[in-house]
């Protein structure tokens, strides 16, 4: 296979993933699938990141030893600071999360098919909506791309613009009228001067959030 046809079988594998991915996450999926098999309230959430992991191995392993030189090297202070300030906000910001119930683990445990859910606001929220995902971006373009990353990267990019919206309007149905106001105060991957949300603000809506929480049969 040339060099050409090696990028768009990257791109092709990026984006499979991004679909199915997607389409697993959405409460449709996760209800009809629950709906047929009820002990899956449980295991969920454990068996869909484990699928997410097995299926970035074929994106990633054709994308690792894809050849070529880097189409451009950045200085090592700047990819180091990138992957400091991205490990070190990702560690921070997972002091307001559940660890064991993010993995699925908690869940095993569960007795309840459809758990009380939380609106998280981190200090990274109030700035952007989607810090996991803007720090995934930041270590992603600054790190050295030949042409097989520069097409990862990019599909990994329209990915994560799309996938956000989608998450977005999940959160839409589950949190109501909090959840639209936070969307129109805080941007989405990119920070911009003057759309963040103190402490206070942000403190309110996610009170606001629990009281507005949809059943599941309101979602889709």
Known sequence: MGNAGG?????????????VHS??????????????WPGLHRTYRILYNLLAVVLTVPPLALTWFYPGEPLWHWPAWIAWTAFGITAAGFLWSM??????EFLGLRQLRSHHPT?????????LHR????????????????RDLNAGWLVAALA????IVIGSRLEERKLEQTFGEPYRRYLERVPGLLPL???????????TLVRESHKNVAPPSHRR
């Open 7 to 19: 990028l768009v079988v990257i791109a092709l594998a990026w984006t499979i993933y991004g679909v």
């Open 23 to 36: 389409w697993l996450a959405g409460y449709g999926m996760k209800h009809r699938l629950i709906r047929r």
């Open 95 to 100: 002091r307001w999360y559940d660890g064991l």
């Open 115 to 123: 758990p009380l859910e939380a609106l998280v606001l981190s200090p």
């Open 127 to 142: 700035h952007v909506r989607h810090p996991w995902y803007s720090l995934g971006l930041l270590y992603l373009w600054t």
């Open 156 to 159: 990994i990019t329209v990915y």
């Open 193 to 203: 001067p003057g759309r963040k949300l103190s402490r206070e603000e942000a403190e």
